[in-house]
């Protein structure tokens, strides 16, 4: 079936780096994709989203990319800061029909100080 | 101060039994969901109600059995437990349960663990 999924399993970086986490999708029907981080214990936390009419998005500190062409989603984090640390997931949503999330494999975001 | 808020943190129990999971949310939603993350941090939606109605059920074995009172509660009765339902089940919720630029928001999970 189709799914969401991620290149990277585990991300190392230094404090004060920028981060780049990517995720692919095979459903080109997908219309709306978001970026949720999960802390050790807790549950995912949205942090940006982007409709398919727009290829970039930028909050603060993050950054969303969106590749339609090749199906390929990007989180990007400016000036990485320990609390960044936590696991990273991409999900997406169809064009129509109930809101069903479909969840990527989640990437592992470590920070150095 | 909460949006959404599940109960109990860490639910550990035998093998057979049966055992219920609460949530609520204060968000004046009209959608909520029940998922399921394993071991390897991989989210499934289970159930979604919206307006006290099931409108989603994925694949989930009959022993799984949702109950929404009403549209800010959304409860996870489980029969029969077996040792593969081990897992961190998760309740959201979301303000329609149409698809739009709107975000679902989670709980801080159950921790179910069967012996």
């Known amino acids: 079936g189709e799914s969401v999924g991620l290149h990277l399993p585990t991300l190392s970086v230094q404090e004060g780096d920028n981060s780049i986490i990517n995720c692919a999708y095979s459903?080109?029907?997908?219309?709306?994709f978001i970026w949720y981080k999960q802390e050790s214990g807790k549950g995912p936390q949205f942090i940006i989203d982007?409709?398919?009419?727009?290829d970039k998005r930028q909050g603060q500190r993050v950054t969303v990319l969106l590749n339609k062409t090749v199906k390929h989603l990007s989180l990007q984090i400016a000036a990485t800061q320990p609390g960044d640390s936590a696991v990273y997931f991409c999900?997406?949503?169809?064009?129509?029909?109930?809101?069903?999330?479909?969840f990527g494999k989640g990437t592992m975001l470590l920070v150095s100080p | 101060d909460t949006a959404v808020s599940q109960t109990p943190k860490y639910l550990v129990t035998q093998m057979g039994n049966d055992k219920s999971i609460k949530c609520e949310q204060n968000?004046?939603?009209?959608?909520m969901y029940w998922y399921k993350q394993d071991s390897k941090k991989f989210l499934k939606i289970m159930f979604s109600y919206n307006n006290k109605e099931l409108i989603i059920n994925e694949t989930v074995p009959n022993r799984f059995s949702p109950k929404s009172p009403d549209k800010a509660h959304l409860n996870l009765h489980i029969n029969s437990l077996e040792l593969g339902d081990s897992a961190v089940y998760f309740c959201?919720?979301?303000?329609?349960?149409?698809?739009?630029?709107?975000?679902?928001?989670f709980g801080d999970g159950t921790r179910l663990s069967i012996l």
């Open positions: 982007i409709r398919s009419n727009m």
């Open positions: 959201a919720s979301s303000q329609t349960n149409r698809v739009s630029n709107q975000p679902q928001h």
């Open positions: 459903n080109s029907a997908s219309d709306y």
């Open positions: 999900a997406e949503t169809p064009g129509s029909g109930y809101s069903t999330l479909t």
């Open positions: 968000l004046g939603h009209d959608t």
